[in-house]
C-alpha cells in the first residue's frame, strides 16, 4: 500500500510587521482564504484551522504551517500571544516562529 503524503499549505509571513492580533488576522486573511464574515478572534480562528469547515483554502491541505519572525506579537509573552499559539496545537497546524538573527 502506498504512504499517504500529507500536503502543506505554507503561509510565510516572515518579513511582516505583525504587532497585535488584528494585524495577524489582516496577515493571514489573504492565504488562507478566510471568508468576509470571519470573526477576527482566537475561536473563530481555532475553529478554522483545527475542525475546518470555514476556509476552502485551509481545507483542501492536510496540514498547515504558517511561519513568522521572532517580533512584534511573536516576541512577547503576552496572554493573546500564548493563546494564539495554541491554536496551533496539534497534529494539523504548525506555528513556526523564525528566531533573530
Known sequence: MAKKVNTELIVDLRGQSI???DDF????AGPCGLPEWFGRNLDAWSDTIQTRG???T???YDVLVVQVDEQGIFAT???EARL???CFAGP???LVV????
Open 19 to 21: 504587532e497585535t492580533l
Open 92 to 94: 494539523q497546524n504548525r
Open 84 to 86: 494564539l499559539r495554541r
Open 77 to 79: 509573552r503576552n496572554r
Open 98 to 101: 523564525h528566531l533573530r538573527n
Open 25 to 28: 488576522w489582516d496577515a493571514v
Open 54 to 56: 470555514i476556509s476552502e
Open 58 to 60: 485551509i481545507d483542501r
